[in-house]
């Protein structure tokens, strides 16, 4: 989990969530991240009560896509 955390702590992009933190809890043998807080929820959540527009999808589909070239 070493190199991962390294690099999440690298990240700086507006399309990915700030990576703040990180510990492993012994107990439950689990690691925690701490990341920055998104309010709005899950982007399934977000899109579940309306009826999307394809002009809404193709600019949340460009963003998810500028986060992963990023990534990569």
């Known amino acids: ?5 390294r690099l999440l702590r690298q990240m700086d992009h507006p399309n990915i969530i700030s990576f703040y933190t990180s510990w492993y809890n012994r ?11 998104m309010n709005s929820g899950s982007l399934l ?14 600019r949340w589909a460009k963003q998810i896509l500028d986060g992963l070239v990023h990534l990569h």
Not at 27 to 37: C, M, R, S
Not at 45 to 58: E, N
């Open 27 to 37: 107990e439950q043998k689990q690691i925690v991240f701490i990341t920055e807080l």
């Open 45 to 58: 959540d977000f899109v579940k009560p309306v009826a999307l527009r394809w002009k809404i999808v193709k």
């Open 1 to 5: 989990w070493g190199l991962q955390i």
